[in-house]
């Protein structure tokens, strides 16, 4: 199903010796402004050469971890439902080999699909969520299966209190007060989040990191940017805090190349997920 070919810098292990399995779920079929993100992976494969494999932040280098990248899904562009049930299978096959999945989407739906497939596996499953947005509402649209939803469908699987979000400033009030009732929402920024970590250290966590909770002052290239966000070295703070736990698989998602012309916000989210792998 995968294959080795030219992919993100330092990830050049073979599938078969690889701890972590690097892949790109390239949908952004419900996209609710700007579309663009199914073409994230491409740009962070080519622009990751113009960052280094090793990290200052966490003395740690990406060439001595066993990280394979195995290109990206043919997910059927226009059809969700369908696009989850491949993102489900492939982690399945990924998590039944003893490895790690990371998936870069793509839009925040793509979670979803690795959810599913998680779930099954391990039973009790925790999700630690940075985003801007709660995703929280029960439909967008009259649509269930939309990046807005995600959440909300999360937590059909997890159930009550096994969601952690930071970073939210985005929602329908209904979503904040679902939030308040059914998951450990915390507003605008990363407060609580070593305490969240502390209190799920030996349990099964997965980590989604919607690329929109950075302020757009830092990283505009987004379908939908929202002002009031955390900046790049408070993000990777938390990234690498998050990466104390037991990661089952992470992904990332939201990132549109093409909405930022300087390349930068490609360049941060390159960054972001080569420290997020040296943390896993």
């Not at 369908?82 to 790690?100: P, R, T």
């Not at 990466?243 to 360049?267: F, M, Q």
Request: charged letters at 25%; aromatic letters at 8%.
């Amino acid at each position: 199903m995968l294959k080795n070919h030219d992919g993100f810098i330092g990830c050049e292990s073979g599938y078969g010796e690889a701890e972590v399995a690097l892949f790109g779920a390239p949908f952004d079929s419900t996209t609710s402004y700007r579309p663009g993100a199914r073409f994230a992976m491409k740009a962070m494969r080519a622009e990751s050469f113009g960052i280094e494999t090793y990290s200052p932040y966490q003395d740690a280098d990406l060439s001595e971890r066993r990280i394979f990248d195995g290109g990206n899904l043919e997910l059927p562009m226009g059809d969700a439902a369908a696009s989850l049930d491949m993102i489900e299978q492939a982690c399945a096959g990924i998590i039944a080999d003893g490895k790690i999945p990371v998936m870069v989407g793509g839009e925040h739906l793509v979670t979803l699909g690795a959810l599913r497939a998680l779930k099954k596996k391990y039973g009790e499953l925790y999700i630690i969520q940075f985003d801007a947005h709660a995703d929280l509402r029960d439909d967008y649209l009259k649509v269930k299966l939309s990046h807005a939803c995600v959440m909300r469908r999360a937590h059909e699987l997890v159930g009550d209190g096994a969601i952690y979000q930071f970073g939210i400033r985005s929602g329908e009030r209904a979503e904040f007060e679902f939030g308040k009732a059914h998951t450990r929402l915390t507003r605008y920024g990363f407060d609580g989040l070593r305490e969240a970590v502390d209190g799920l250290v030996g349990k099964n966590v997965y980590f989604t990191l919607d690329l929109d909770v950075l302020d757009p002052s830092v990283f505009p290239g987004t379908g939908t940017p929202e002002a009031g966000g955390v900046g790049f070295n408070e993000l990777l703070k938390a990234v690498v805090e998050v990466g104390r736990l037991n990661l089952v698989g992470a992904d990332i998602t939201e990132l549109a190349p093409a909405l930022d012309a300087s390349g930068c916000s490609t360049a941060a989210a390159c960054k972001i997920l080569r420290e997020l792998l040296l943390a896993l």
